[in-house]
């Protein structure tokens, strides 16, 4: 069954915290996504992927690193994380190339508080 | 500029009635559109995808359309449920896998 595990559901850190949010598919699917969801505003793309070492911009990515170690793998880095990045953040897997209901998928979300 | 808008904002109905929800946008190229289901706090479920230039999906209760030419989207649901309490985003897949997602409808079914 096609999935997409985050890690952790929830996180609290402080202002300056490192903290690595990882995210596991097992879709056989090129291309992850780190996305951050904010009230008012829809889903914003931090980073993208489409290959095991491949790391794409996306449109909010300051103050984010990301880096995908293999097709399966793909983390988000806060290595100095602010208020302003508390935040539900999604990760999700999709295939090109086939056009399908089940084509794109989304994990559950870690729900990150920076105090 | 958002380039995807939904609307309305929220919606309120009676549980058995149905209601239909719009999105509107101005993503070019428009190669999918996707509807979506996500309960509070949760991941987003896939509920149908919309490909052709006028296109029309069923799925249960749910059931969609799609006008590239007027860049518009509508998600009807049928017969609402308890359960269908829940935000609805519209999302719009253009080239290089890249997608544009709207705010969502945030939709309360009452008994």
């Known amino acids: 069954e096609a999935a997409v595990t985050q890690s952790p559901r929830n996180k609290v850190t402080v202002t300056g915290g490192n903290v690595t949010l990882s995210c596991r598919q097992t879709?056989?699917?090129?291309?992850m996504y780190w996305y951050r969801q904010d009230t008012g505003h829809g889903l914003r793309l931090i980073h993208y992927?489409?290959?095991?070492?491949?790391?794409q911009i996306g449109d909010v990515p300051d103050g984010y690193k990301a880096t995908r170690t293999t097709q399966e793998d793909f983390f988000l880095l806060l290595e100095l994380a602010s208020p302003s990045q508390t935040s539900l953040y999604f990760c999700?897997?999709?295939?090109?190339?086939?056009?399908?209901?089940?084509?794109?998928?989304f994990g559950h979300g870690t729900k990150l508080s920076v105090l | 500029k958002t380039q995807v808008e939904q609307s309305p904002q929220s919606l309120v109905v009676r549980q058995g009635e149905n209601c239909v929800l719009q999105?509107?946008?101005?993503?070019?190229?428009?190669?999918?559109l996707r509807w979506f289901k996500q309960d509070t706090g949760k991941g987003l479920v896939s509920l149908t995808v919309?490909?052709?230039?006028?296109d029309k999906t069923s799925n249960g209760r749910y059931s969609a359309t799609l006008d590239k030419d007027a860049k518009h989207s509508t998600l009807h649901i049928t017969a609402t449920l308890l359960d269908d309490t829940a935000t609805y985003i519209c999302?719009?897949?253009?080239?290089?896998?890249?997608?544009?997602f709207g705010s969502g409808t945030k939709l309360t079914v009452e008994p």
């Open positions: 999302v719009v897949e253009s080239n290089y896998n890249v997608l544009y």
């Open positions: 999105c509107n946008y101005s993503v070019t190229p428009d190669n999918h």
């Open positions: 919309l490909v052709d230039q006028k």
């Open positions: 879709n056989s699917h090129n291309y």
């Open positions: 999700a897997s999709s295939e090109r190339d086939r056009v399908s209901n089940e084509r794109l998928f």
């Open positions: 992927s489409y290959g095991a070492g491949n790391l």
